[in-house]
C-alpha cells in the first residue's frame, strides 16, 4: 500500500501541482483511507489555511475540489463534511458495487489498525496497541527460530500440510501454560490459529449467521465491533464497568430481544480489558457465568493483553472449566507481533466445528512459527520475557501517569496494564485531528460500537512516556476547550463505574 | 486431534473390548470425523461380516449400538444409514447448538482434506491434492528462510505488525511474476494471504452476503463449495467441459433467478482445472469474459494449480486486464503447502475492501516467510524448480497412464497438469470405503456441489505410481460391479465434455 502523504507535513511550494491540489490530495486520500470518518467535519477554512500557512482562498479551493470530487458536501453555514457510505460508492460499478454496498464497514473499522503501519515520522505513537518493538526479545525469537528449522524438521513443518487443529507440541506446551492460569484445557481442546483476531474470527463464523445478535463490552476493541458487523450480526453493547460488565443492563438487552433473536454469545476481555484496564473480580464472574447460564450464553473471553497481569486475576474459563466459555488469546502483544500465531480452548463438543471453520479459512496455520514459539513455553523463555516486561512497564507507567496528571488529565480507570483510559476534557477525535502527522492517538470514539463523540483515548503506557507528547496534547485541548464549551460530548466516564 | 482407528485393520481378538464394539466405534468414528456421510448407506450386514471376518449376529449387534447412539437410522429393508445434520446435534445443547444447527456444513467439507492429514500406513496417497514432500526442495527453501531471518532483518519482519496488504517485496516480486503470464498488476493491487484459501475467502466474504448467489465450476473443489455454503450462499453449479464452462447453462442459472437474486460472482479455475485438469482456450477465456460483462460478473479466477502449465495458456485476468476479474494463486502447489502463503491481484477500486476483510480476518499476514519467498522469486530459484517438477512430472504422468489403463480405468479427461480425472466405472465412494485404510482416493462425489454417486475419481499423478494401487483398486472394482449393474450411479463424463 502507498504510504499516504503525511498530512502535518509542510506542502511543497515548489512542486508541479498547486497548493490547493495538495490538501485536496491529502484529504482526498484520507477519507478514501478512512482514517476521516464519513460524517467528520473538515477544518474551518481560517483553521485549515492557519494550518497550512496558506490563503482562506487556497483551502476554499482545495474544498470545492473535494466537493467537486464528491468526497465532502457542505452543510450551510456548519462546514464541510465527509460524505456517508462514501466507501460503498467509491468508483465502484457492477458486480462488486451492488454486493458490498449495502453492508460498508463502519468508518473506525480499520482506522486504528491502519495508525498502526504507519507511524508518524517515525516518533513513539501513544496509541499504539502492541508493545514497541525495541521491548520485545529478538535473540530468544532469532535462537527458537534456529531450534527448529534445522534440515529434517524444517522438512516435516514445512513440506506437507500440518495438523488441522494446530501444531501438537505448541498445544501441548499451551495445555499446560493454561493450567497455570487455572483452565483445564486437554491439547484436543485446544486450536491454534493467526492470531487472535483469527481465533476470534472462527468464533463467530462457527456459531453465527448474518442477523444473529451478540453481546460485546463498551467501551471494547473496534476491531471486533467491525469484525461482527462484516459478518452482518447485531452488537449489542453493554456498559463495561471496573468492577466488570453491567449485568442489568445485560439482562435488560436479552430482555428486550424477541426470543427467537435473542443474543447466544458474550464476547469479553475479563482481565486487563481493552482499553480500560479492568479486570473481573472473582464475584463478578461468578456472576457472570450465572447469567450466562440463565440466559443460555455461551462467552467468548477473549484474554489476548492478560500476560502482564498479576496471576491471580480469574479468568472465566478457569471458573467455569471451558463448559460454556471458549477462551482465546496469542502471542502478539508479548512475544511477537507479525508471527501472527494466536490460539483458541474450547469446549470439547465444538472443536470439530472450530476446525472445520479453520479449514475453510486458511486451510492450516503454519507449523514452523508454532513449533518455535512451543520451544520459547517449553524452556520457560516466555515466563523470563514477561517478567522482565512487567518490571519495565511499571517504571513506563508510573512516569506516564506523572506526565499526563502533570498536563491536565485524569484517568477514567485505575492505571493497569499496558493500556491507560485517560480523560482529556475535550473531544479526542479533534485532538487525534490536531496531532495527526506527528502523534498517532486512539481516540475514544475508536472504542465504542456506535461512533459518538467521547472526551477519552487510549494510550500506551510503553509508548507514552515522551514529554513533548504531553505538551503538544496540551496545547491542543487547550485550543479546542473554546469551541467545545458550546457543545461539549457526552463524558465517558459512567460507563467504566 | 486422534488419529482414527484404520478402518481396513484387523480388529483386535484379545482387546478387551467385543468385536461387536470395536466395529461400532469404528463407524461412530468415521461418522463424527465425516468421512462417512449423513445418508451414506454402511455396508450390508453380510458384507460387513466378511469384511471383518466375523459373524453376521457380530455386525448386527454392532450396528445396533449405533442405533442406540443415534448414529444411523434402519430403514425397511433397505439398510442402515448414517443419519443426516447428525454434527449439528452431536453433544450439543444451549445457545451453540441453536447457533450452529441451522446450518451443518456439507459433509464432503471437509472429508478430503482431513484424509490429507492421515496418510494411511505411510503409503502414497492417490488422492492427496499436493505434490508430495519428496517432489518439494528443502535446501531451497532452508536457504530462503536463513537468509532472511538473520538478526535485523528478522526483527524487522517480526516485531511489529506488516503492511496490512502483505510484505511489499514479495508483492513486486509477485507483480513480475504475475506479467510473465500476461496478468498486469502493480504491486499495489496485490495482497497476501494464508494461502489462495484465505484468498478466496476474503473475496467471497468481502463481496457477498448470505442468500447471494454465486456459479461454480462443477466438478469443482469440494473446499469452495463447503466455504460458500458455510456462509450462508445460494452454490449454482455451473457443468465445465473440456472447452470450458457451459456457457448455455450458465445463461440459463442467470435467467432462471429472480432479477434481484442473480448471481454476481462466478469462481472458476482457468488453467489445470482441478480436478479435470483442463484449461481455456483463447476463444473461450473471451466468450467468458463477454458473459461477465453482459451480466454483470464478476470473475475469480482460481490459478491455484497453474505453476505446470505451458506458459502459453490464457488467463482471463489477463484478458481482462483485471477489471472485472479477481486472480487468486498461492505456494501451496508447487513450492511449500505450510507456509500457508498465497496471494490474490484485484481491480484497483477493490484492493481497500480485500485488506480490510483481512484485517478483520486475520489482522496482518507473517512477513518472515512471505519474504523468504519473495527471495526465491527474486533470484529464480522457484522457476528452476518448476522446470524440474515438471519434467518429473510429465514421466509420472506417462506411467499412472499407463497403469491405469492396463487395470480397466479409463480417462474422462485427457491427462494434464499435477491431476488425472479417472473413470472407474463403479462408485468411487464405495471404492474409497473398500480401500480405507490402505490407499487414500477422492471419489468424484467430492467434486460435486450436491452429493451424487460418481464413478469418477481423482488421482494425483505423482502419488499414483504404485501398481499395488491400482492392483487393489481392480479387485475392489470388480467385487462392485455385481452390485453395481442394478442400479448403476449416473456417469459424469458428460459433464467434463
Redesign the interface.
Known sequence: ??RPPVDGAPLDRRAESTLAEQIAARYAHRI??RTLAGGARLPSVRECARRHAVSPHTVVAAYDQLLAQGLVEARRQRGFFVRDGR?GD???S???H???G??P?PIS??AL??G??QPPGGRPMPGLG?LP?DW?D?PL??GA??KV?S?AQ??A?????????GEPRLREALARKLAGVGVDAAA?QIVTT??A??AL?IVT??????G?AVLVDEPGWS?EY??LA?L?MRVLPVPRGDDGPDLAAMERLIEGSPAHERP??YVTVSVLHNPTGASLSLQAAHKVLQLAQRR???VVEDDTYSHLAPPHLPRLAALDALE?TVYVSGF?KIL?????VGYLAA????V??F???K???????????EMALAHCLEHGLLRRHVERVAAKLAAARARTVRLAEAHGCTFAAPPRGLFGWVDTGVDTERLAEALHGDWFIAPGALFHAVHRPSTLMRINFATSQDARFWRALERARKQHTTGQRRRAPARDAALIG
Chains 1, 2 share one sequence.
Not at 205 to 210: E, V
Not at 336 to 340: D, L
Not at 347 to 350: M, T, V
Open positions: 500500500m502507498d478514501r483511507e466507501m467509491a468508483g465502484e457492477g458486480a462488486a451492488r454486493a458490498a449495502a453492508r464497514l473499522a480499520t489498525i491502519r498502526m503501519f502492541t518493538a520485545l529478538l525469537l532469532a527460530l534456529r528449522s534440515g524444517l522438512g513443518l514445512s513440506l506437507q500440510y500440518g495438523d488441522p487443529a484436543a493467526v492470531g483476531t483469527h474470527d463464523r462457527s456459531l453465527l449467521r448474518a444473529d476491531v467491525a469484525r462484516a452482518g447466544r454469545l443460555d450464553l455461551l460454556r502478539s511477537v507481533p507479525n508471527w501472527r469446549p470439547a463438543r465444538l470439530d466445528r476446525v472445520d471453520t479449514l475453510l479459512s486458511t486451510l492450516t496455520t503454519p507449523a514452523l512459527t
